[in-house]
């Protein structure tokens, strides 16, 4: 039988799917350290060294979070163009599911996907292999599958 797809579309997909890692793990670190809550409190935007500084963060590690925040849309990036210096801000219709007050926060279910639902996830060959995920079990819950 013929595959009928557009072949054109498989790499763009594939690529997708396989940088789906590294997208999730962006969603997961902002969403954990309370980023959207932090750049709700200032409407003008923070710069990394403040977010860095209130965070208690490495700075260049900050950055490069931050920037792939940007990258990805969850929030803005914006370069002053006098001091050069970058400004990241909350897009309004993103972080209303990602700040932890609001009524359609997402919060809850990004934190359980990044400590469960991934946990369990991350050991599928095994799990495929030999029928049982006892480590993704004790991983996500912190207990023998036996106990649960």
């Not at 054109?8 to 954990?32: A, H, R, Y």
């Not at 469960?116 to 495929?128: E, F, S």
Request: proline share 2%.
């Amino acid at each position: 039988m013929e595959n009928k797809t557009n072949s054109k579309l498989w790499p763009s997909l594939l690529v997708d799917i396989n940088d789906g890692f590294q997208k999730s793990q962006v969603l997961f670190v902002t969403t954990e350290l309370q980023l959207y809550d932090l750049l709700a409190t200032h409407q003008n935007g923070m710069t990394a060294n403040e977010i860095a500084s209130r965070k208690e963060l490495n700075l260049e590690a900050t950055e490069r979070i931050l920037d792939c925040a940007a990258g990805l849309k969850l929030i803005e990036k914006k370069i002053q163009s006098e001091s050069k210096i970058a400004i990241y801000k909350n897009y309004p219709e993103i972080a209303t599911f990602l700040q932890s007050s609001t009524p359609n926060s997402m919060v809850e279910t990004i934190i359980c996907n990044s400590h469960v639902t991934y946990a369990l996830y991350q050991n599928l060959m095994t799990t495929i292999q030999t029928g049982h995920n006892t480590e993704g079990c004790k991983h996500a819950f912190n207990s023998d599958v036996r106990n649960i």
